[in-house]
């Protein structure tokens, strides 16, 4: 019969190989900073040019699947939960989109 170290070795191998171990950890980590994050103190109002950066950071973080870090910088930088319009973040940016496979 296996110990209890032996299962819980067990489990956290076949965890991690599933990729949930990381899942976890992270959606700890954001309900940790959601419960101290403290809501009677506002927030500075997020300027135009810290949306733009906090949105190309989210872009990132989704491309790459890191989707708690993405929902914690959501809920700490008071940036909207709708993703801004890609058209709008092109003309921002003065950049254009390669129409073959929607790259900038």
Known sequence: MAT???LKA???DTLEKR???GHLKARIRAEVFNALDDESEPRPPLS???LIINELIRE????NKYKYTASVL???SGQPVVP???PFLIRE???FEESKDDTI
């Open 4 to 6: 209890v170290a032996e």
């Open 19 to 21: 990729g949930v171990l």
């Open 93 to 95: 940016l003065n950049a």
């Open 48 to 50: 135009h040019e810290n």
């Open 60 to 63: 990132y973080l989704e491309f």
């Open 84 to 86: 801004l319009d890609r």
């Open 74 to 76: 959501i809920s700490e």
């Open 10 to 12: 067990v489990l956290k």
